[in-house]
């Protein structure tokens, strides 16, 4: 569901009966049918044009949560319209936010009349950025329970480093029948070391440390761009942090936060995404509402493989003529190589002239999609955290099934690469971290198109 749909469902929402709930799409209608929803591309054509890109998604999803700490009213701009949003936005609402759409990705959250401190179960295992609403919570009323969070299935995903934060803080935790209880009756700043570099662990420690008593040190913490981008959010609600974006963060806690106006950084792993489709197709694509900055070691690999990258203030262009060049490529947290473009770039090396691997150095099984590409012509090893790539000449066009959100990006990419007829199946995944994927590639050229088809009326055809 997206962020329009979800305020037309709204709209039904006074009316209290089970057939608003229906019409809201949380109850099913009796009998039925799953929609079967996909992609359609007709590749081989240069993507050419602009395109501009949306807020980032996991800035937005630990910023909605986090509005809770103010206790007042919030206008968050650049919001990007994805599902990850949504159902984040419906989850404020359940627990009694009001909620006022100002335009497409601008939304007034006022957080001053939330009582309930329980997120629905069915919506948080739609997303994993869903425990960000324990940190807010605890942050705010010294107590939260989320039910185990959902989101792409990338191998083992523990949280065990969010919970010894929430612990050094002061906080009691317990998790049972599948939801996370955490409660505190005041919250102690701590010096916390993490064992691990974790983007969710550190957002979640910042988010309940603002309203601890004293000083919080965070050591060994995550510096991706949307670290950064939440603790500034958090400071324009009255929060002290410092030192976000370097491996020390400090957090003098305060009493009172509340409301503010904030605009969410542009999405680099979208503008990442665009980069990539624009040098695979030998496109020019001027992509906007970037910060170049946050693109840099994308920017690196693909002017590696033989990209043009031009960087401009807030937009870069990018276009490619001659062979895609093979590289290693290792992901790593920020500065480093990220992981959510690990796919992309396997795509763009299927094609280069030569051998490259690609080691995934943050999750333990990101190349399910592996399979899906080999579908395509692609020739790729697989073993353990490590992919071996040997360039093929062109990708075939197949029918395949989006794995997670960003392998589900990287096929569409691929499609548009293959000269001919590709469908990706499942792409809701996508649809949870792309805004109008397809509207913003036929702007570029694209011949792409999303069917939607009863299951009911496929089981007919059949
Ligand atoms: N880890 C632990 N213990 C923890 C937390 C993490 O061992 O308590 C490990 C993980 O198993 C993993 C590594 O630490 O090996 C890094 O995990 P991290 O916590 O940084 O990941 P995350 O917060 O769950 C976010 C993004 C992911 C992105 C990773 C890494 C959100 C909502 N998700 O996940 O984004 O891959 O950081 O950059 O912010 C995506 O957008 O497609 C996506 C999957």
């Not at 040190?217 to 976000?244: C, Q, S, W, Y």
């Not at 490590?386 to 569409?412: F, H, K, N, S």
Request: proline share 5%.
């Amino acid at each position: 569901m997206n962020l329009l749909l979800f305020f037309r469902q709204q709209r039904c929402y006074n009316i209290k009966s089970s057939v608003i709930e229906k019409k809201r799409g949380i109850l099913p209608e009796k009998g039925e049918f799953k929609i079967l929803k996909k992609f359609v591309v007709r590749g081989g054509r240069p993507l050419v044009g602009e395109v501009t890109v949306s807020g980032a998604k996991n800035a937005a999803v630990a910023i909605l949560p986090a509005t809770i700490l103010a206790g007042g009213k919030c206008v968050l701009e650049n919001l990007p319209n994805i599902s990850d949003v949504a159902t984040s936005v419906q989850i404020l609402h359940a627990m009694g936010a009001s909620i006022r759409m100002i335009d497409k990705s601008t939304l007034e959250i006022d957080t001053s009349r939330i009582v309930i401190t329980e997120v629905p179960a069915e919506m948080s295992r739609q997303m994993r950025a869903s425990y960000y609403f324990l940190g807010a919570l605890l942050g705010r009323f010294g107590r939260g329970c989320v039910s185990m969070p959902g989101g792409c299935d990338l191998g083992p995903r523990p949280i065990d480093q969010h919970l010894k934060a929430f612990a050094a803080l002061g906080a009691e935790f317990r998790v049972e029948y599948g939801t996370i209880h955490v409660r505190s009756d005041g919250l102690q700043a701590e010096h916390i070391f993490f064992d691990t570099v974790s983007v969710g662990a550190t957002i979640n420690a910042m988010l309940a440390a603002v309203k601890a008593e004293g000083l919080t040190i965070l050591e060994n913490v995550a510096k991706e761009p949307h670290i950064v981008d939440v603790a500034n959010f958090l400071n324009t609600m009255g929060a002290d942090v410092r030192g976000a974006g370097t491996d020390v963060i400090k957090i003098r806690g305060v009493k009172e936060m509340h409301g503010c106006n904030y605009s969410i950084i542009p999405d680099q792993i979208e503008a990442g995404s665009y980069m990539v489709a624009a040098a695979i197709t030998r496109g020019n694509v001027l992509i906007r509402n970037v910060i170049p900055k946050h693109l840099e070691p994308i920017t690196a690999k693909l002017e590696r493989a033989g990209a043009t990258v031009e960087e401009y203030d807030d937009a870069v262009r990018v276009y490619c003529v001659g062979d895609i060049e093979p590289l290693n490529i290792k992901t790593m947290p920020h500065p480093g190589f990220p992981t959510d473009m690990q796919p992309l770039m396997a795509v763009l090396l299927s094609t280069a002239k030569g051998t490259s691997i690609i080691t995934e150095g943050i999750w333990d099984n990101r190349f399910r999609y592996v399979d899906e590409l080999i579908r395509m012509g692609a020739n790729i090893q697989v073993d353990g955290r490590v992919a071996v790539i040997e360039g093929v000449p062109a990708l075939q066009p197949a029918p395949v099934r989006a794995t997670d959100l960003r392998a589900g990006a990287a096929l569409v990419v691929a499609a548009l690469a293959a000269d001919g007829v590709s469908e990706i199946e499942e792409i809701g995944h996508i649809e949870r971290g792309y805004e109008d994927l397809v509207g913003k590639l036929r702007g570029l050229g694209a011949d792409i198109k999303r069917i939607e088809t009863p299951e009911k009326q496929l089981r007919q055809a059949l």
